[in-house]
């Protein structure tokens, strides 16, 4: 396209931020680094003509909270608990969340049917194990899930039939993050947690999109860049694909390493505030690889007191494969144990000849690797060390 077709694309595209009486104030600026990665058209040109959102309104909270050791409640006015304990029921007023795999997450649901918007602030926690002291999804709620660890942020997108844990049907959904209109977050007092990048800690910044049919959460690295940007909350009406652009197929599961995203309604140096229209589109869906399917999600046990610790590990890990058109599927899955440090260590107990295969990978936008592949602190070798163990068990070693 010449330049001069970009610039009457960026204008017809952000012309009415021009027209409209706002007010525009800055915000703290993303990383020069991640804004070069991308290849969107629109990432240029934006600069010139978008408006500049307030600022994110700022969380209540100060205290950063250790799990294990978490009080029964942490903000005024929740009618849930953080205090949850380790054993799951269907009447759980559990609020936390956990990500750690497409084996081991959560999401915010209706502690009773209705829809998510009408029960933001009181929203408790489904989990596909049990543990945490939560509620656990029914069978078949979670239709197909798509977990991706980057430098940035875990994260894991979806559908499901969110009936099942009483989402009126046809609803087409809310957002839930730690800010909420109040700054006390949506659900009041709702805490995030996970393990990839080295012991169990909270994630402060996190973003969860709920609907009937269709899920995507995700928590950004306290040490990655601008979390509260690459976890920004303010695009609450632009549902899943906007914030959060990934796979969402329907029939399969899987854990991949992912490049990051670039932080949504991000544009160059401008960043998109809502009231503004037309909506620009979302950025791109990030590379990924080293992907690894698990057949199902069968329902296991974590070790919660374990996690506490320090345990690196809490994710399933597969036990036996098949290989399906070059790629590895796993057919059957065990919970390892939660004190475990490496995959290869639990698994690799059969025997075979290791050869050089290939990982089953879903995303076509690009074969790049050059932002999954960073160092990932303790968490590093996960996804090589499943490789190892699935190949000794096949007679293969899947390349990374």
Request: with cysteine; aromatic share 8%.
């Amino acid at each position: 396209m010449s330049s001069r077709s970009l610039s009457l694309l960026a204008f017809a595209l952000f012309g009415s931020a021009l027209a409209a009486p706002q007010v525009v104030s800055t915000t703290a600026p993303v990383s020069s680094s991640v804004v070069a990665s991308s290849t969107h058209a629109v990432t240029t040109a934006a600069s010139k003509n978008s408006v500049v959102n307030p600022p994110a309104h700022t969380p209540t909270y100060s205290a950063t909270y250790t799990f294990g050791n978490l009080p029964n409640t942490t903000e005024t006015g929740q009618t849930g608990t953080n205090n949850c304990g380790t054993v799951s029921s269907s009447s759980s007023k559990c609020q936390n969340l956990f990500i750690n795999s497409v084996t081991d997450f959560c999401l915010y649901g209706p502690p009773s049917p209705n829809t998510i918007s009408m029960d933001e602030e009181i929203e408790v926690a489904y989990c596909l194990n049990e543990g945490y002291g939560t509620r656990v999804f029914p069978p078949g709620t979670i239709l197909g899930a798509h977990f991706v660890h980057t430098p940035d942020y875990v994260q894991v997108t979806g559908n499901g039939d969110f009936t099942k844990i009483g989402v009126t049907k046809g609803d087409a959904g809310g957002e839930l993050d730690p800010h909420g209109a109040t700054g006390n977050g949506n659900p009041i007092g709702g805490l995030v947690f996970g393990n990839t990048y080295g012991k169990m800690q909270q994630y402060h910044e996190w973003t969860n999109f709920m609907s009937v049919t269709e899920f995507c959460f995700r928590a950004c690295n306290p040490a990655g860049t601008n979390p509260a940007a690459m976890c920004q909350h303010i695009y609450d009406l632009q549902g899943c694909h906007w914030n959060m652009p990934a796979n969402y197929d329907d029939g399969y599961f899987e854990n991949c390493l992912s490049d990051s995203s670039l932080p949504m309604g991000v544009y160059g140096t401008s960043t998109w505030q809502q009231s503004i229209q037309p909506t620009p589109p979302a950025h791109p869906v990030p590379s990924s690889s080293s992907c690894v399917r698990v057949a199902s999600l069968t329902p296991g046990s974590v070790d919660a007191a374990a996690l506490a610790t320090g345990a690196v590990l809490s994710a399933s890990t597969a036990l036996t494969t098949m290989t399906v058109s070059g790629s590895v599927v796993v057919t059957d899955v065990s919970v390892v144990s939660a004190t475990s440090t490496s995959v290869a260590a639990a698994t690799a107990t059969g025997t075979g000849t290791a050869k050089t295969g290939t990982a089953a990978t879903t995303t076509a936008t690009s074969s790049s690797k050059s932002g999954a592949e960073q160092t990932f602190g303790s968490m590093s070798s996960l996804w090589s060390s499943a490789a190892v163990g699935l190949g000794v068990m096949v007679g293969a070693v899947v390349a990374l």
